[in-house]
């Protein structure tokens, strides 16, 4: 019985509606490196999240209590929430520089995102647009559990947007992003990510 | 030693490429063609991490970190470009052992454990290990259990009339634990015996990389090969540690693993058959790899 009613919390544990604010997700989530510290253009002014992260848990490999879990997954909810608003959606439009873009990367990591930041940000596009309209964002966590704590993430992560201005677009990342606990929040270490771009659908383009 | 040597790992086996499927969508309106581009990377600090791995001979209920290391493979890993190597020692070499003059190296193992293995390895090698990971025979075979086998390229038909009386065939074949144990251990019906399983032992670290690789997009699965690091193997080193190394293996390219075998001659020391490592050899696989885990040559 009372495994039914865990599996029930924790079914209702999985689906995790984080409405993040831009503002207030990302104040323990700085990158390392130092240029890093400083936020995305615009987004010191709090605006609420056009479209909801939602959170879920994934694969739980070893053991890790049900709170636990749905803690490991908030958090990193909001850290991978907290990236997608600094490199990819948040900010003014047209945006110049992507400085800022890789909060809670590791510093090592956030120089190599830098490096690939066509691909790690929204650098391709982010000077000739006006405007961001997120259209989804969700994230997948599997944790590895190890006496009774998460001691691993793997976020696997879905955000689609559409530009507004000299380029309108409907952009597609993809990918996964893998975190370990760190004085009691959680480091990207690793990243793959992938971006497809194609014309906003006709019926985005209606509205 | 130099960084985290005291603790032993029995670090993550994994290597492979970490390969998204590209996420290509054709819109019915627009009819487009997309081209997804992709970025990786990983961060394992430092860049190029060492693991000695050692496949101990102890037997059900002795200690594996004060037995004889049958398998001694130096691991090199560079997390920033992809690439891994592997450096393989035959248990028989003759070399220096701090504090216990000249032994065969895998008596190194039993005589101080994984840190006086490692400081042997680095007399040998000149590179010094970050890890030390001791997998006996059990380890070894739940390990390549969990995974669900291996496929190794065998250069040799060779077989043993206890480990694998049934042999192995050259050329590719399937192996479940048991026989990915006996690829590693046998020595005796290879053409140049302890060089040969050295690097047969190469072949099985690659062939449970191409395992991995194959399996790695399946959500968990890198997990569960952790978690089967920590049941099986005497891991030493936190799990959040052993989480980031297992990522940093995992993120190997499989068109960029390098490796060599030590060499020597066959000598004879006090009565017992043993083997004289060529010492500038195995120098120069380090100097070679130590920045960057590649072997230009071997």
Known sequence: ?207 | MRRLLSRTALAAVLSATLLLVPNSSVSQTDATLVKVQRAQGVDLSPDVVWILALGSDARPGQNVLRSRADAIQLVGINSRTGAATAIGMPRDSWVSIPGHGSNRINAALYFGGPQLMAETVKGLTGVEPDYVMVASFMGLRNMVTAIGGITVNSRHAFSDPYLRPQGFKVGKQHLGGLGALAFSRVRKSLPRGDFDRSANQQETLQAIHRQVKARQDQPGFLDKGTLAVMQHMDARVPPKELFRIARAVAAVRSDRITHCVVNGSIGNIGGASVVLPYVDQARRYGNDARKDAVISHC
């Open chain 1, 1 to 207: 019985m009372s495994t039914k009613r865990n599996r029930r919390a924790r079914g209702a544990a999985l689906v995790l509606v984080l409405a993040l604010f831009a503002s207030g997700c990302s104040s323990d989530d700085e990158g390392d490196d130092p240029t890093e510290k400083g936020r995305a253009p615009g987004l010191d002014e709090p605006r609420v999240a056009q479209v909801p992260l939602v959170a879920t848990v994934g694969k739980v490999t070893g053991k890790l209590p049900p709170k636990r879990r749905t803690q490991a997954v908030t958090t990193v909810g909001r850290t991978v929430d907290t990236w997608f608003e600094a490199a990819w959606v948040g900010g003014d439009f047209p945006r110049r520089s992507m400085k800022g873009s890789w909060p809670g990367f590791t510093r090592d990591l956030a120089a190599q995102a830098r490096h690939d930041r066509t691909l790690t940000s929204n650098a391709q596009l982010a000077g000739r647009i006006d405007e961001v309209t997120v259209v989804r964002r969700t994230v997948k966590v599997d944790l590895l559990g190890a006496s009774k704590r998460a001691v691993g993430a793997t976020a696997r992560f879905r955000l689609v947007f559409d530009t507004d201005g000299d380029a309108r677009r409907r952009v597609t990342v993809t990918g996964r992003l893998t975190l370990s606990p760190v004085k009691g929040t959680w480091r990207i270490f690793e990243y793959d990510v992938a971006r497809s771009a194609r014309a906003v659908p006709a019926s985005r383009k209606d509205n």
